[in-house]
């Protein structure tokens, strides 16, 4: 493993701007594909954005299959091995946008 890999794997365990310590988990290639296809963007004729759908699906399966754990009240997992209803709850919308950035970022596709 390059220094890179273990200074990446290393921020298993990190602290969300608010201070909430948080701990990801590396996810399946199926499972990072399975997340990335949800979001849909449509352009218009002009080739613009014009609208994009599914984005908070796409942020809240993320946080399901990257987060393994954290200072949550009752940190669990579902028999499929995904974060409960309980912990998303738990979360404002700035955690989650951020968490989902560090989950993206953990997975380390391609480098």
Same mark, same amino acid.
């Given at each position: 493993?390059?220094?890179? =890999? ?18 990801? #988990?590396?996810?399946?290639?199926? =499972? ?47 028999? #499929? ?31």
């Amino acid at each position: 493993m390059s220094e890179k =890999e273990t200074q990446t794997k290393s921020k298993s365990n990190t602290a969300l701007s608010t201070g909430r310590n948080v701990k990801l #988990k590396e996810m399946s290639v199926d =499972e990072v594909d399975f997340c990335q296809d949800i979001a849909e963007i449509i352009y218009n004729e002009a080739g613009e954005v014009s609208t994009v759908r599914g984005v908070s699906k796409s942020r809240t399966a993320w946080i399901r299959r990257g987060l393994a754990g954290g200072d949550f009240k009752d940190f669990s997992l579902d028999v #499929k091995g995904f974060t409960g209803d309980s912990v998303i709850k738990e979360l404002n919308e700035a955690e989650k946008n951020e968490l989902m950035q560090l989950i993206q970022g953990y997975q380390n596709m391609g480098e």
